[in-house]
């Protein structure tokens, strides 16, 4: 059920779960401090509870409500990227609830650059936000997708499409080597510009070091995610729903495939919802032309991550 930022801000009080809008896929809003909610947050999703949540706050002071250690490199990243898709890891302090961090020692924060967001946190103080889709489903990025997964039990803001599509940066910075657990549209050269300092990305240390959440299979349809294979265009099968990214296959023009053209902003604003369509219109396939991991082009590898997830079995 659609909402005004005013309902939501009402039922957020009174210990309810609600859908809201950030930059970049909606999430499932919840008060940090209510356990009770917490609890909610977590059966709506059947998410699995050695899975933490990330804190959303609107003022950087709220920081210091959480984590224990904040290090001037935190305060740094917090000042020139956020409001934005930004996750920062941090010690957490002793007294944030045990089901958010999921028994970790550390606490994963971020402010969301959503003007409805934003105002919701203001008036609820921080929340938990997991992406608002059923655990192991692709996110939601716009609010039909929410009533998929839910429909009437979860009440929704509607802000239309997100904007970038895929899920925040995850940076962990309660140790050295700092490393990007999840890829996004902030990339490890951009952060390491700014503190002056490297960071590892998810080559090398980081796949040993994942964070839970990248444990699991994740952000998958019900048809099969595959890369296309070497001798195989685009189009080939009928129960296939085919997406481009390079200009290699731009001279097929079938209502079966799907070209970017170079647009990886775009692929990444459209993916979860392409793979969302392919089950509604029963595609048993999603083939997706190979994308080559490249660290200049963030976006193309914060894509490459969550297709490896889906492609998982
Ligand atoms: O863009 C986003 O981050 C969205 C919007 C709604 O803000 N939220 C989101 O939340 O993607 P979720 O719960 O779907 O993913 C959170 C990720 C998971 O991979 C989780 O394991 C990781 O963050 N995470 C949370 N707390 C952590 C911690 N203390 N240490 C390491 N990873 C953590
Ligand atoms: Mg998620």
Known sequence: MKVTTDKAIELIRSGDVVAIPTETVYGLAADARNPLAIEKTFRLKGRPQDNPLIIHISKTEQLYDFAADVPKAALKLAEKLWPGPLTIVLKKKVEVLDAITAGLPTVALRMPDHPAALQIIDACGPLTAPSANKSGRP???????IVQDYGTAVAWVDGGETDIGIESTVLNLSERP????????????????????????????????????????????????????KN?????????????????YTNIEMKNVVHFNGNYSQ???TLYD?????????????VIEIIHDNIENTISSALLNRIEKAVLK
């Open 232 to 248: 195989e265009k685009p189009g080939d099968k009928e129960n296939a729903l085919y997406l481009c990214h390079t200009d290699n």
């Open 274 to 286: 392409l793979f969302r369509s392919a089950d509604i219109n029963n595609f048993r396939e999603v």
């Open 178 to 229: 700092f490393t990007i657990l999840r890829p996004g549209k902030i990339g490890s050269k951009e952060i390491s510009n700014l503190i002056q300092e490297e960071i590892l990305t998810e080559t090398g240390k980081q796949k040993l070091a994942a964070s839970p959440g990248t444990r699991y299979s994740h952000y998958k349809p019900n048809a099969t995610v595959r890369w296309l294979n």
């Open 267 to 269: 692929f990444a604003m």
């Open 139 to 145: 996110s939601p990025t716009k609010p039909d997708h």
